[in-house]
Nanobody, 128 residues
């Protein structure tokens, strides 16, 4: 059964760090691009970062560049999102998703329409 399961969300103070994990099963992680998305209350879901399986490139939303880092361990079937210098505006439910198979095309993997399977999300709250 194909699954993506997020974990690691928590309540953290501004300036703090968290590492989210996305454990995948039912497919070979090395063959797929994976993205992280987030949805704040009352707002639309937006791409945060993604890791391309075809060329190894990584992409980031402007709002998280320099603070977040995506990585993958194909042997462990897990993708990580290291989040540093967290801000209250980073508060959201964070989702990981698998990109629909397609030729690589820049930062397309930051867009929800390119994804075919989603996890259920993990909540992150940044507050003092």
């Amino acid at each position: 059964q194909l699954q993506l399961v997020e974990s690691g969300g928590d309540l953290v103070q501004p300036g703090g760090s968290l590492r989210l994990s996305c454990a995948v099963s039912g497919f070979t992680l090395a063959d797929y691009t994976i993205g992280w998305f987030r949805q704040a209350p009352g707002k639309e879901r937006k791409g945060v970062s993604c890791s391309s399986s075809s060329d190894g490139n990584t992409y980031y939303a402007e709002s998280v560049k320099g603070r977040f880092a995506i990585s993958r361990d194909n042997a462990k079937n897990t993708v990580y999102l290291q989040m540093n210098s967290l801000k209250p505006e980073d508060t959201a439910v964070y989702f990981c998703a698998r990109e629909r198979p397609a030729p690589p095309y820049g930062d397309r993997c930051l867009h929800s329409y390119s994804m075919d399977y989603w996890g259920k999300g993990t909540p992150v709250t940044v507050s003092s």
